[in-house]
DNA sequence: TGCATTGTGTAGATTGTCTACATGGACGTG
DNA sequence: CACGTCCATGTAGACAATCTACACAATGCA
């Protein structure tokens, strides 16, 4: 009946702890304990359940929370409405990025937006790609998948496709594979590989290389930070996949880029939200920021491969 | 922000005055008045203006409170599945009919709800068929209207077709016309009519037959109660149109009943009802008792008629 | 000019929700 | 196996929000 209490469910949900809830409500975990006990003698039916020292829901609870959720979104839309009509976007909007978006997309993002909307953003080095546990904490969640991989579809979450970055092999200078216009799969046997960290989503692309191939890279290092990798490549002692967009930042001219061909090598960049987030004004012109700036991106790349 | 809030303004703009919602929502006007005002300092821009000694929505009120709907609507989907969680449907429904239709459905329905579902009947004759305006006080509102004629739509009201309901011209036995199968327009000028009273819907049926038939119709009396219109058919003092289900109900066998061709000469009944509580598991079940005992009285009066 | 009606202020009562603190169970560890 | 930690949950009192009761101003109607 009340939606303070469904709102304090829906976030149970989405946190899993009692404590969570009352530190992200600023709430003791006391009131969201009595609110949820209340919520529970309206309901006439168990909504939680002890499990050890926390506490889960029962099918009723998740299915209560689900619709929770969509009394959430209509209540962001009408906020969102009036919003426009004093055309003034309300709020704060935080966001995290993965560190390569971030360094490609918010800078421009920050000039579009002005000084009139606070944006706080923060990188987070996502180890297994858990995006979609950030959307409970931020607003807005860059995060990256391979394509067609639709890795946090069904989950409830509004998901808004920014841009999709070709992956490419990076050489160092004067490699012998750097006068050639791109590369194949078998063209990158023999190589010795600086790969990514375990259970990132790139390495589906070195698979599949193998696998298109006939034969295994030889792996002699595995990093998580895109530069680290960079700086082994430029120094000779090895070769990698990179993305295009974003890679020899910091010395320019030192990595050569080749095109992948025979492979799909690319990654969809999305922003990943709650779906009642979602509808805020101010996140909504971040988001129109975000696209404009990827497709400017996007687009001035275009032009230099075309010359 | 508040939902309680954004509901008074729903009901303002549905009630039209600060005093209606008071006695609404049980609360006094003061309070009305207080949240009110609470929420446009809220918004920032003025929600209502004063008009004479009543109080009237800004435009950006209107949009308020067009959204406020959707979120009542949501939340009362949440209420909804809660409830079909228990196998509960909670609350009682209350409902206002015009005359025949009450007759004809009601006892059916009431039948098959059974004594565990309270269902609040009323009837009110709907002199100039202000049947949106009933939405406000009762949960279900019966209402007919000529085929094709759709005068409530676009109010954002929830419309359940039940039944159509052919009109046939009503004749006392003996009459000259009362060996045809059917009658057409141009059998009926030269008669005497009992007519229905001005802005009755069955009017346009008369002006359409007057049109097609190329000459006026007399009409001696205009009444706006079926039974006594019927009564003064039986009498012999003038024919009338009557809806073919819902005739003759006092004195069976005394009202002769023709179809009448070359005029589409029927009434759809349907179920008007504000769309949050259309979402209400109690409600929802009245209606679906409401459209299998329509069924059940179509039914019946095609097998008589294929006799 | 009364008189009813409408919306709105003010003061106080009432209700509900939160915090602070204490309790009890579940888990891991020395 | 006792110990500390973590988690959820009770209890009592503080606090905030909302409502009622009443008074008042403005408008429209007889």
Known sequence: ???????????????????????????????????????????????????????????????????????????????????????????????????????????????????????NCADEDPELSDFPAFTAEYDIVLAHSMSGQLSWAGRGLTVVPLMTEPLDVGLPVGHPLSDRAWVGPRDLIGETWIGVTDGYPFERILHAIEQEAGA????????????????????????ALVPRYTSGGGQPGRLVLKPLRGIESQRQIVALMRPDRAERLAVRTVIQALQSEAAKVEQSHSTVTAR
Chains 1, 2 share one sequence.
């Open 1 to 119: 009946m009340d939606v303070q209490r469904l709102e304090l469910l829906r976030e149970l949900a989405d946190r899993g702890s009692v404590t969570a809830v009352a530190l992200a409500t600023h709430r003791t975990p006391s009131a969201v304990s009595q609110q949820l006990k209340v919520l529970e003698r309206e309901a006439g039916l168990p909504l939680t359940q002890r499990q050890g020292r926390g506490l889960v829901l029962t099918s009723a609870g998740r299915a209560l929370a689900r619709s929770a959720a969509d009394v959430a979104v209509s209540l962001a839309k009408a906020t969102a409405l009036w919003d426009e009509f004093r055309n003034h976007a309300s709020g704060e909007v935080s966001l995290v990025t993965f560190p390569t978006a971030g360094q490609m997309l918010l800078p421009g993002v920050i000039k579009i937006l002005g000084p009139d909307l606070l944006l």
């Open 216 to 239: 295994r890279l030889s792996m002699s290092q595995r990093f998580a930070d895109l530069a680290l990798i960079e700086s082994f490549v430029i120094a000779g002692l090895g070769i």
